[in-house]
């Protein structure tokens, strides 16, 4: 019973793999993919954009700013207080600045095309004029600066400073 067993255990794997394995030369049956896109790196920008702490503070008009976050995509300042200030720059590798854009108009604010030292883009203000997203392409990646200018208005609207802040990025990249 044991042979009777193995034999017919053995011809069911030969029967298996030789459908796994033949080549036939017919490729009609196989699915069709287009190549993978391998999205060539942009410039590097650096941590923060390549923009310091003080540039922050100086370039946004809050003087009692602090960076709270730094990581290798982004940082994050931040004033004390509820409904305060803040200022986020963020790097995006390989990202379709196209997904970020669609993602801003969800959220209210209508993005219109700049460009920044030659590099397209986008920035998109709140209505209120208390946010502003902006958003600059490099190759197939791109960075944004983005600001909550809180309960505090200024005369200045946030993204005149992002863009400020984005011209120095782009001037700084490697």
């Not at 997203?133 to 200024?154: H, I, K, P």
Request: proline share 6%; glycine share 10%; aromatic share 6%.
């Amino acid at each position: 019973m044991r042979i009777q067993s193995a034999i017919a255990l053995a011809a069911t794997l030969v029967v298996a793999l030789s459908a796994c394995g033949s080549d036939s030369g017919d490729s009609t049956n196989a699915p069709i993919r287009p190549p993978r896109k391998v999205a060539a790196l942009g410039p590097f920008v650096g941590e923060c954009g390549h923009v310091t702490d003080d540039e922050v503070r100086a370039t946004a008009g809050v003087p009692q700013i602090s960076q709270v976050r730094r990581n290798s995509v982004g940082c994050n300042w931040q004033s004390a207080g509820l409904g305060s200030p803040s200022v986020t720059f963020a790097s995006y590798r390989g990202s379709p600045i196209a997904r970020e854009r669609a993602w801003v108009t969800t959220q209210g604010r209508s993005p219109e095309t700049i460009e920044v030292a030659g590099r397209q883009g986008f920035q998109a203000l709140e209505p209120t004029g208390t946010v502003c997203d902006l958003a600059v392409q490099l190759d197939d990646d791109f960075f944004e600066w983005s600001m909550q200018t809180g309960r505090t208005t200024g005369r200045v609207s946030p993204c005149d400073l992002m863009r400020k802040l984005a011209e120095l990025t782009v001037q700084r990249l490697k």
